[in-house]
């Protein structure tokens, strides 16, 4: 009997390591498995993100160069704005001068039509 508990002990030990030895083996398989995915989906997810990285690069750039498009237009535009402005700053200058001109000639012209009837009067022209 005690040979029979032996045999049966060392039967169950042997099994046990079978088990063991099988387990072992199977969670490295699973582990490499899983570290073969992981990896693959690290790759996967690095290649999107670098396509990502290399459209919204190119987006960025697309929008400067239109930025500076525009920055140049507005620069033309209130360059336009700014020499209509002198223009019309000059025009306006120029109508103040003649309107003064044209007040002091009509000064002028009255006076000499006053001093006129002034000593017609007096000196009987």
């Given amino acids: 009997m005690k040979e ?3 045999k049966l002990r060392q039967e169950t030990k042997a ?7 099988e387990l072992k083996e ?6 490499q498995e899983t570290k ?4 693959k989906s690290s790759r996967e997810m690095n290649e999107k993100l670098d396509k990502l990285n290399r459209e919204t690069k190119e987006d960025l750039n697309g929008l400067e160069g239109k930025s500076n498009q525009l920055r140049d ?3 033309e535009a209130y360059n336009r ?3 209509k ?3 019309l700053h000059q025009e306006l ?3 103040s001068r003649s309107q003064r001109n044209t007040l002091a000639g009509v000064i002028i012209s009255a006076l000499a039509i006053i001093i006129t009837v002034l000593l017609s009067s007096k000196y009987g022209f």
Avoid: I, Q
């Avoid at 099994?15 to 030895?21: G, I, L």
């Avoid at 199977?26 to 582990?31: M, P």
């Fill in 15 to 21: 099994e046990v390591d079978r088990s063991n030895r």
């Fill in 36 to 39: 073969a995915e992981v990896d």
């Fill in 93 to 95: 200058h120029e109508y």
């Fill in 73 to 75: 237009e507005m620069r």
């Fill in 26 to 31: 199977e969670l490295e398989k699973l582990r």
């Fill in 85 to 87: 402005f002198n223009l």
């Fill in 81 to 83: 704005l700014e020499e």
């Fill in 4 to 6: 029979d508990l032996n």
